[in-house]
């Protein structure tokens, strides 16, 4: 199949899927903590979670560019599972020739201090992940460890972890993992092709698909209440006040589906950082307003747990700060631009292409 | 699914990314020691014998058929060329109009006359158009325009007047928006008028704007005769001509490259090594400049395709205008200076662009109106 065929399929079926499967129940439940396995295993099963592997390991070796649609879903529907960051480890472990285990994977960073150690035959990792999406759940972990002055790709095994639980802001499980002399399942040196930083960078261009797909169904979620809700005697999209906010929120939610599905385009074909840093900084910009303008024309009835707004206007506030806030992102990017100089920020703009 | 906005990732050809080393030699040669004041105005910067240079290597309307002086071109290859000479700063003004909107509408709307009477002077860099839309008394209002057209033996009498005409009086031709007949409608009963300039009747008077500069006019006609001829597409067409006309005018690379000049000046202000507030700034300025950009080449390729996106093009615009006003008020936060008129390069960029950004988000359609036409769109009712 060529890559848009793969692509459409992925885009059908995943919102048919989701739309079905994400019922208020499994938000709920989510946000007591629990792992929703058996959507897991739907979605596991349907292809989803290993896509990016090659086939020897269960996927299709999809790109980036065929996967945009299913992150993009997964924050449409708000999908309290660790399916974007398991298409991340996938992709990492299968490009740096890493023999991908069965089970749930995940992603995390490390934290400084982190450090591995030789004993034996084999690897022991002294440290901590934190902030590890459903830690509690996932079976292995995919982490980046620069020991000896050798940057490498770190799969751990949870089991061998203490869990400390802890959610984010939309209740999702950022779980803390602490590893004492732990065994260490499989290392790689960091492949040459791989961003400088590729735990957070690959975190940060699934998260903003993520967010591009919770603003869009925002957008719908608002113009259908400013058309259903009556006051002053007619629909309140009527007034142009609500109007304006709305083509705010509309423009904003547009740019940041453009800017991952670029970053996602740029990463096929292996060239994720610029863009990926560009669509992490829009989306974060505009996260934060979106909710608020979502807020604003939903009044009190968008406040209320009952309304499912706020599982899309937390996931909002939770994604943007994590894998980089767009603060992070863009001091980054400001740094790397000014170090290039004023005539060079042009050609930087232009030569950030996707080919023909 | 359907997503709630259509901007499909577009790549860029590589029959149009062949033009952009020329053309970054060609303004690398030609605005050397250029005033960085001239690449602050840009479009808004007046230089006939610059656009003849332009005319002569092929680069004004480019995806005309051959047979009207054009070279053929894809509309992404035209890109290519118009955000090179915006990121430049080049003085394009005085084939801006008619490269950019005059042309297209007469080559989609004129007759096969009027199409080889003036797109291959346009090609030649000899000919400029303005337009003449807003009236003093219809801005946004546009379609209560009064501007009047009526019938003699041998064409029109038009009497009224236009406003807010750049480059009006260095111009040849203005297409106007002239009520022909009185409809149920005010859309209704408008029609399009290529009118000579130079025609008896007709009074340009510069309008002085807030810098102090007329960069725009005020047109009068009176009793101005209008040959049969010269009636751009179907009389009473005008609204719908108009609509289509207005995407090619909101969604290109001006709506978000105006301050293009003085950002890669602010970036050598701040230096090598600036502090984490102002790399986030920078950083946040290219990442909307890169985003954007997608989103404009994405229309250009749907205007390309024959479609008409409208609705798009009021995205582009509201976010590319929003973004090259901030940019000076950004530069005011980063960068201690109290600029002044015959202070630095960047005092002065800083100077006028503070001054003319506000005119970002008012030329080719208010915010407000743009917003309004991308609620319209989203099916507020």
């Known amino acids: ?356 | 699914m359907a997503y709630q906005h259509n901007f499909p990732l577009c790549p860029l050809p590589a029959d149009a990314e062949t033009l952009r080393q020329p053309i970054r030699e060609f303004l690398y040669a030609e605005l050397r020691g250029q005033p960085r004041l001239v690449a602050a105005k840009s479009w808004m910067a007046y230089d006939s014998e610059f656009t003849r240079k332009l005319a002569e290597r092929g680069w004004i309307g480019m995806t005309w058929p051959k047979r009207y002086g054009g070279g053929e071109h894809s509309a992404l290859a035209r890109y290519v060329i118009v955000e090179e000479l915006l990121a430049a700063g080049a003085p394009v003004l005085a084939h801006w109009i008619a490269d950019r909107q005059s042309g297209p509408l007469i080559l989609r709307f004129g007759n096969e006359e009027q199409r080889q009477y003036f797109l291959p002077a346009i090609c030649r860099g000899e000919m400029f158009f303005c337009i003449g839309m807003s009236e003093p008394d219809s801005g946004s209002d546009l379609a209560s325009i009064r501007t009047r057209g009526t019938r003699t033996a041998e064409g029109w009498r038009i009497n009224g007047a236009k406003v807010w005409t750049t480059n009006a009086h260095r111009c040849h031709y203005m297409i106007a928006l002239v009520r022909t007949g009185d409809g149920s409608e005010k859309h209704q009963g408008l029609s399009q008028f290529l009118i000579d300039l130079k025609a008896p009747g007709i009074v340009i008077r510069p309008i002085q704007d807030l810098t102090g500069e007329s960069s725009f006019n005020e047109v009068v006609f009176q009793d101005v005769l209008v040959p049969a001829t010269r009636l751009v597409g179907e009389e009473g067409n005008g609204w719908a001509q108009v609509v289509a006309e207005l995407a090619l005018e909101r969604s290109g690379p001006e709506r978000f490259l105006s301050c293009m000049a003085l950002f890669t000046e602010l970036i050598d202000r701040l230096g090598p090594q600036p502090d984490a507030r102002a790399a986030s700034v920078i950083g946040s300025v290219v990442s909307r400049t890169v985003v954007y950009r997608q989103m404009s080449v994405s229309v250009a390729a749907q205007l390309q395709r024959g479609d008409n996106p409208a609705t798009e093009a009021a995205y582009v615009k509201d976010l590319g205008t929003t973004l090259e006003q901030e940019i000076p008020e950004l530069a005011h936060t980063l960068i201690e200076c109290a600029p002044t008129l015959s202070g630095s390069d960047y005092e002065q960029l800083l100077t006028y662009l503070t001054q003319f950004a506000p005119s970002f988000s008012l030329r080719g359609g208010t915010r407000e109106i743009v917003r309004g036409i991308i609620a319209r769109g989203l099916g507020v009712r």
Not at chain 1, 18 to 28: E, I, W
Not at chain 1, 65 to 88: Q, Y
Not at chain 1, 140 to 145: E, G, I, M, S, Y
């Open chain 1, 1 to 356: 199949m060529s890559t848009t065929e793969v692509r459409a399929l992925f885009e059908d079926s995943i919102h048919r899927i989701l739309g079905d499967q994400v019922t208020p129940a499994v938000l709920r439940n989510a946000e007591a903590g629990e792992w929703q396995a058996q959507l897991f295993g739907v979605l596991d099963q349907a292809g989803f979670a290993r896509a990016m592997a090659s086939e020897e390991f269960g996927g299709v070796g999809a790109s980036w560019s065929d996967v945009f649609p299913i992150v993009f879903a997964c924050g449409r529907h708000a999908l309290p599972l660790a399916l974007p960051e398991s298409l991340a480890a996938c992709w990492m472990l299968d490009n740096s020739g890493m023999q991908i285990p069965d089970g749930t994977l995940g992603i995390a960073q490390a934290s400084s201090g982190t450090a591995l150690s030789r004993q034996g035959g084999g690897w022991r990792l002294q440290g901590t992940l934190s902030g590890t999406p459903w830690g509690r759940a996932v079976d292995f972990v995919l982490t980046h460890v620069r020991h000896d002055g050798v940057d490498r790709l770190v799969l751990l095994n949870r089991e061998a972890a203490i869990v400390i639980p802890d959610q984010n802001i939309a209740r999702e499980a950022r779980d803390r993992l602490e590893f004492n002399n732990a065994e260490v399942y499989a290392l790689v040196p960091m492949p040459d092709a791989f961003p400088f930083d590729p735990i957070q960078t690959y975190g940060a261009l699934v998260r903003s698909a993520q967010i591009a797909g919770a603003m869009d169904r925002i957008v719908n979620l608002c113009v259908q209440y400013a058309n259903d809700r009556i006051q002053f005697g007619k629909p309140i999209g009527k007034f142009q006040a609500i109007q304006q906010q709305l083509a705010v929120l509309a423009a904003d939610a547009a740019s940041v589906t453009t800017a991952a599905e670029f970053a996602f385009a740029m990463a096929a074909q292996g060239e994720p950082a610029f863009a990926t840093a560009c669509a992490k900084i829009r989306a974060g910009e505009a996260a934060g307003k979106a909710a608020a303008i979502a807020h604003a024309v939903h009044g009190a009835i968008g406040f209320t747990y009952e309304h499912t707004l706020h599982y899309l206007t937390r996931r909002l506030w939770s994604w943007r700060s994590e894998f980089g806030t767009h603060a992070y992102w863009a001091d980054k990017l400001g740094r790397e631009v000014c170090a290039a100089g004023g005539a060079q920020v042009w050609p930087l703009i232009t030569r950030t292409q996707i080919k023909d």
